[in-house]
């Protein structure tokens, strides 16, 4: 009888013990991954390279580049090309596509995706502030 007791409890034991690490591995792998996705072309670029904040990133030949930065929080960034710096907002997980003349950044810049209303609000007020 105590034999069975015994035997009973170490395989509650082993079985509560794989639970916890199968239910351990399943909450580490939904967790979300802290990084944002910038993607864009520039129209004639005249520099080969592209920075948001200290991560930059090659220009192609057809004007097109893309980021993977890691965002841990909801923050704004300077996104730099040539002379021209820009503050964008990000957040993680999320994805932003942006694209510009590099002969005229300013009245060229578009932003599309989830984030494209907000960076849209940020270039409106700075083009207010520099007039």
Known sequence: M??????????????FAITLTA?????????KQPKARIT???????????????????ISGDGSFQLNMDVEKPSFYTLRYG???MIIYLEPGD???ISF???N???SLRFKGKLAQIN?????KRAIEDC
């Open 2 to 15: 105590k034999r069975n007791y015994v035997v009973c409890c170490s395989r509650l034991l082993v079985l």
């Open 23 to 31: 239910t351990t591995a399943l909450a580490f792998q939904s967790i």
């Open 40 to 58: 864009g072309r520039i129209t004639e670029p005249t520099g080969d390279k592209i920075q948001i904040d200290n991560i930059t990133a090659e």
């Open 83 to 85: 002379n021209e710096d």
């Open 95 to 97: 994805s932003i596509d």
């Open 101 to 103: 003349d590099a002969k």
């Open 105 to 107: 950044i300013s009245s």
């Open 120 to 124: 849209s609000f940020l270039k409106s």
